[in-house]
């Protein structure tokens, strides 16, 4: 590009896009570079959103998370600074001389701070499909100034929620604007400062800017400023409310301050469904109801229990006037009389509702009866290029059955085609060593071996998902390993800092694995500190079995296992969430109580003792095809975990963001 062009690009930038302090990242947004990434798409997307002629999406969500530490790495001129790296985790293990002296090394950039689990995580890998098809998307969320939390193991006596102190100014790519909107309250006015991220494509083809809200302004109140510290902490309602009212009213005052052209809203999850209402603020009553046909919302909560609701009063309180009529109009719950609830409005206002699979569309239908016939279900996926263990990577790329995969990855399925290839599933099993080496490598203080096998379960520790399920006799553990071969187990997961029951699991798993020190040479049992999408991507590229145990129906969809068998990582698995979808193609064990009937169950009732009985008797027949696969160093290249590994891998084929983006494209954001 010449000089002259670069020049035009940035002056162009700069008009589109008033960054607060330029001169501070001067050196990063030069000669047509961003951040080391092409500026031109940003120029290119942000036109695209004003543009009157587009059909542009707006997407909400109260959090992303994007991988920004392995995945389109943004590179700053100056290191980043110390808050801004992870350098390392503890482990608790059954070799505690080891855990004492040493940490698992992992240094590297934050990810940006902004999400806790599989929600945000969606949310991240549907901007970028979203990007790698092209689509005109401008994504709304919050900066989150505290992150969510920093998990710190404290002995056998569970976990230490430590606050994360990163800073924004500095984080690469993230650039704050000299734009502020304004939301009048009852009791005060919060003010907002909005910040920019943005998320590129496989191929920095495209971009999806993302606008962050920032309530942490010294003009605001000291409350106010709080508002958008630590995500999903809220000490009272009040302040919950507060949070969803940033998200949606001034998701869609930034869209405006913006002069962004929006055709369709797209609400992930019922947090953002005030923004409906500002929307709709002084239209006349045709006008409201032809407005619910460009809005979307995205159910994600099995439950009705796990609903937002809000007492009518608190909502009066702070709400001005209309708006608290307008709640009670169209958010009023139907059990609950005194009761207002963000669901309820969503499914009320967004004309295009969706759940996150089949099964929980089912569930939500039976949930929400009156709204039945417009509830579909767009089952989830993860963003393939993101979750893509680089020796698989690797593999599909010189493979040319699975040509073209990279531009679309619903091609995997093609590699059906080469199951009776000898050579192929002697490779496929190389690239599966080669990320478990990685692994072991990592841990490798704690002397893991890359021929053993090696089972993993790492998610948010909530009680419906069932955490210590593998650890409830572990006694059955050590019989496996002695009669079968040696086991290895890594367990990894955050519980919410006000989840009581969540940190008794995290505190009873510590102490299950202390006990198992005598027999720490035919079991290696561990559990690693501070979940983040960094060890996800590591174990769910570097393990032989995956464990998924929900209880059903209680798991929306799940996506971690989708992340496995995109590396040939075979699933061990209830019948739950994304799973029912692939119940039928091999890719792994399928074990534990099922869910039938039009009755949702009692998520209290966790069914511990069956369904660990089963999971033992499923591990150790996994154990056995496993060693029967590895005989003694000896690779059986037509054995059957081969199949299963091919299986799996052609099932992440469908189970993928670009399928998903592409469905929410022809399904609803481009409705005729
Ligand atoms: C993928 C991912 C999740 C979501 O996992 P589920 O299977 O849906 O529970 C949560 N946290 C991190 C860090 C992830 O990478």
Redesign the pocket.
């Given at each position: 590009m010449s000089q002259t062009l670069q020049q035009d690009l940035l002056s162009r930038f700069r008009s589109l896009v008033p960054v607060e302090c330029f001169d501070r990242y001067a050196s990063d947004i030069k000669d047509g570079s961003y951040f080391g990434m092409p500026l031109e798409p940003i120029v290119r997307a942000e036109e695209r959103l004003l543009s009157k002629g587009e059909r542009s999406v707006a997407y909400f969500s109260m959090e992303y998370?994007l991988?920004t530490n392995f995945y389109n790495v943004l590179r700053p001129t100056v290191p980043p600074d110390a808050r801004n790296v992870t350098t390392a985790h503890h482990v608790f293990s059954n070799l505690r001389a080891i855990d004492y002296y040493v940490t698992a090394d992992t240094d590297h950039l934050l990810d940006l701070p902004i999400?806790?689990?599989?929600l945000?995580?969606?949310a991240g890998d549907t901007l970028k499909s979203t990007a790698d098809l092209g689509v005109s998307l401008g994504a709304i969320g919050i900066l989150w100034n505290k992150g969510y939390f920093k998990q710190s193991f404290w002995f056998k006596d569970g976990q230490m929620p430590e606050e994360t102190d990163w800073d924004p100014s500095t984080f690469p790519g993230l650039v704050p604007l000299e734009t502020r909107v304004e939301i009048p309250l009852k009791r005060e006015t919060v003010r907002l400062k909005l910040w920019k991220y943005y998320v590129y494509s496989h191929d920095h083809r495209h971009v999806v800017p993302l606008t962050l809200l920032d309530s942490n302004l010294d003009v605001n109140s000291d409350f106010v400023r709080k508002l958008t510290g630590q995500l999903y902490r809220s000490d009272n309602n009040e302040w919950k409310l507060y949070q969803r009212l940033i998200l949606g009213i001034g998701g869609i005052k930034a869209l405006e301050a913006l002069g962004y052209s929006i055709d369709l809203y797209h609400l992930n999850e019922g947090h953002a469904a005030l923004a409906f209402l500002e929307r709709a603020k002084g239209l006349p009553e045709t006008d409201t109801q032809r407005l619910r046909t460009h809005f979307a919302y995205t159910c994600h909560t099995p439950v009705a229990a796990g609903h937002d609701r809000f007492s009518k009063k608190t909502v009066q309180d702070i709400l001005p006037d209309e708006d608290y009529q307008f709640m009670k109009r169209y958010g009023a719950d139907p059990h609950q009389p005194d009761q207002l609830n963000l669901t309820q409005l969503a499914m009320t206002t967004c004309e295009y509702v969706n759940a996150v699979a089949a099964k929980h569309g089912e569930v939500t239908r039976l949930q929400f009866p009156q709204f039945k016939e417009r509830i579909r279900s767009i089952t989830n996926g993860?963003h393939t290029h993101t979750?893509v263990s680089p020796s698989m990577a690797q593999l599909f790329d010189r493979t040319p059955a699975l040509a073209g995969w990279r531009e679309d990855p619903t091609r995997l399925k093609n590699i059906l085609s080469l199951k009776d290839d000898t050579r192929f599933r002697g490779d496929l099993w190389e690239a599966h060593q080669v990320g478990k080496k990685r692994l072991c490598r990592t841990l490798r203080s704690w002397r893991l071996h890359h021929d053993t096998f090696t089972v993993s379960w790492?998610?948010?520790i909530a009680a419906y998902?069932r955490p210590s399920l593998i650890l409830q006799d572990a006694q059955r553990l050590v019989d496996i390993a002695k009669r079968v071969g040696p086991l290895q187990v890594i367990l990894a997961?955050k519980a919410h800092p006000k989840d009581d029951l969540g940190f008794t699991y995290v505190n009873e798993m510590l102490s299950s694995i202390d006990a198992l020190d005598k027999h720490r040479d035919l079991l290696r049992v561990m559990m690693l500190e501070n979940?983040?999408?960094y060890?996800?991507?590591l174990l769910?590229g570097g393990v032989d079995v995956w464990l998924?145990n929900p209880l059903p129906p209680f798991?929306a969809?799940?996506?971690?296992?989708?992340?496995a068998i995109l590396n040939g990582v075979l699933q061990m698995t209830t019948l739950d969430?994304w799973v029912v979808e692939a119940a039928d193609q091999d890719i792994g064990w399928i074990f534990g109580w099922r869910h039938e009937g039009t009755e949702i169950g009692d998520e209290r009732n966790l069914r511990l003792h069956e369904d660990s009985e089963e999971l033992y008797r499923t591990l150790e027949q996994a154990a056995q095809l496993y060693y029967h696969t590895v005989d003694g160093g000896r690779f059986r290249v037509d054995s059957g975990w081969l199949d299963k590994m091919i299986h799996a891998i052609a099932a992440a084929g469908y189970f993928n963001t670009h399928r998903m983006v592409g469905e929410y494209r022809d399904l609803i954001w481009s409705r005729v």
């Open positions: 998370g991988s999400f806790s689990g599989g945000g995580v969606l993860v979750w790492a998610r948010r998902k997961g979940y983040d999408t060890i996800g991507q769910t998924n798991e969809s799940g996506t971690s296992g989708m992340k969430g």
